[in-house]
Structure formats: structure tokens, C-alpha cells
């Protein structure tokens, strides 16, 4: 597998639109945990890999949100828990044991009135310890299809509801849910933080801002984040912006796509259904009408 530094990207030549995948182009991509299974499906689809890691998960250091969401838990304190990520979800098990061991934590969750999972990967960490009985919430997972689950048919005033974070505070959900009259806890179990190493991400940004990778792909709001605030440090962030909006700029789904927009960047690409492979096939299958539609022949 040939995933490139931002020094070795491209040879300089010029490369006319092609039909077939990212037809050798460079694309960047801001993936940490499953760096090397994006790289692949960009290869896989005639793409050069850049692999620009934005974000590491950071455990939280005596984590007493987790505690105190223990015992409330085992006390019947709360009407609806959701749990936004697997990560989260199989952390949490861990960060309550001295409250309670995985059996105990599993049963006092399924004694829970509503449990809510954001999508399928909280879905399958809850089967792995046990628990079969919970609502799901539908594509595209945003904080709207988790509020719709929760408000089901009606939340009623005072009722108590838990959220596991996911790195960031889901502060639009937090807000409807207290709109409609819940009482909510918020359970911190893990912290979006940069990358020890920052230096694959500096030069993928400084090769974006030199139109030398004309392809960008993010998977999560946490990485347009970082990936911006670096450029800023960098001192490149209007040229990087200026080129994702002359490159391809894809986004894996709307909560991504919402953080894009907050940037004043508008995502070319977002695939139908939320997922990593989707993404990749649909950016690739777009890659040579789009960037030619843009006028960008003589960089890409």
C-alpha cells in the first residue's frame, strides 16, 4: 500500500479528467483509528492516499461523570440513556467498574425504560455485552433522528435522560431535549484532542494549499475542526479554504457537512448512506466531472 506524505504526493505532471476513480490523483484523508482501511479503499478506487490524521480519542483521567451515571444508574435515575458511538459505548463499561462490573452494568441498562443507540457500531458494543433490547435510530444518525427516538411519543416534563458524549458535547441535541422538558445528563467518557505527531497533517494542508491534492475527504465534525484550526496555525487557512472549494470536497454525512458549512465550505460530495466505503465510491465516481467542472485541468 502506497499512502504519501505531502512532499511525494504528485509528479508534477499534468493529468487530464479520466472516467476510472480518482484516475491517480492525490486524496486526503483525516482518519486516525481506521487510517489504513480508508487509504486502502482510495487506492482501491485508482486514488494516491494521503493519510492526514486530525484527531486521537483522549480517556478522560478519573472520569466522575462516568461514576455518578453508575449510580444513578443502578438507581433507576434515568428515563432514556443514549449512547452516541461504540468506542463510547465499550469505554463506559470499563470506566463504571468500580461502580459496577460488565453483567451488572449490562443488566442496569436493559432495566432502563428507553435505550437509544445512535447507529451500529454502539449497537453491536451493547449485543457484545449483553443487551438485545434498544431503539436504533436510522440514517443519516444525526442529533435529529437520536432526538426524534427520544421524544418518541412525547417526553414528558422532568424526565431524566443520559447522553454519552462523543469527544465533543452534541450541544444542539442537549438543547432540543431540554426544549422539550428533559432533564439532561451529560456523560463524558473520552476527549477529542490532536494527534501527537501533527506533522502528516501539516504537510497534507500545506499540499492542499498548493493545489498539489485536489481531493479532500472527512468523516467526522471533530476532523474539519482541527484540520481548519491547524491551517490557521500554519498560517495557510485561506488558501487551504480557497482549494477545497476549487478541489473535491466530500463529506461523509450531514452532521460532517454541517461543521463544513459553519466554515463557509460547501461539501461536493455526500453519499448516500453515512459510511466510509460509500463515501470513497461515490467521491471517486464523481472525482473527474467535478473537478473539470471546475476548471481545474492544468493543477490536477
Avoid at 44 to 51: A, F, Q, Y
Avoid at 256 to 265: I, K, N, P, Q, T
Amino acid at each position: 500500500m502506497r499512502s504519501q506524505t505531502a512532499t511525494d504526493v504528485m509528479d508534477g505532471e499534468t493529468r487530464e479528467p479520466e472516467d476510472q476513480g480518482f484516475a491517480g490523483r492525490s486524496v486526503v484523508t483525516f482518519e486516525s483509528r481506521r487510517a489504513a482501511e480508508m487509504a486502502s479503499l482510495i487506492e482501491r478506487h485508482g486514488g494516491i492516499p494521503v493519510s492526514a490524521p486530525a484527531l486521537r480519542e483522549v480517556a478522560l483521567e478519573q472520569n466522575e461523570d462516568a461514576l455518578a451515571f453508575a449510580r444513578g444508574l443502578r438507581g433507576g435515575a434515568f428515563d432514556v440513556v443514549i449512547l452516541m458511538t461504540g468506542t463510547g459505548t465499550r469505554a463506559l463499561a470499563d470506566e463504571v467498574n468500580p461502580e459496577m462490573d460488565r453483567a451488572a452494568f449490562a443488566q442496569a441498562l436493559g432495566g432502563v425504560p428507553k435505550l437509544i443507540v445512535r447507529g451500529p457500531k454502539p449497537a453491536a458494543a451493547l449485543r457484545a455485552l449483553g443487551v438485545h433490547d434498544f431503539a436504533a435510530v436510522p440514517e443519516p444518525n444525526t442529533w435529529r433522528e437520536v432526538l426524534a427516538a427520544a421524544l418518541g411519543e412525547g417526553l414528558l416534563p422532568g424526565q431524566r435522560v443520559a447522553v454519552q458524549e462523543h469527544g465533543a458535547p452534541s450541544t444542539e441535541l442537549y438543547a432540543a431535549l431540554e426544549r422539550a422538558g428533559a432533564v439532561v445528563t451529560r456523560v463524558r467518557v473520552y476527549k477529542w484532542a490532536l494527534p501527537e505527531d501533527t506533522a502528516p497533517l501539516r504537510r497534507a494542508l500545506g499540499a492542499i494549499a498548493v493545489a498539489v491534492a485536489p481531493i479532500a475527504l472527512f468523516t467526522s465534525r471533530a476532523q474539519v475542526e482541527h484540520a481548519l484550526a491547524v491551517a490557521d496555525e500554519e498560517g495557510i487557512a485561506p488558501a487551504v479554504r480557497e482549494r477545497l472549494r476549487r478541489g473535491l470536497l466530500a463529506s461523509i454525512g450531514p452532521v460532517c457537512s454541517e461543521a463544513l458549512r459553519a466554515e463557509g465550505l460547501e461539501p461536493d460530495v455526500e453519499p448516500e448512506h453515512p459510511k466510509m466505503g460509500h463515501l470513497v465510491k461515490t467521491a471517486a465516481a464523481r472525482a473527474a466531472a467535478i473537478l473539470s467542472a471546475k476548471g481545474g485541468r492544468e493543477k490536477f
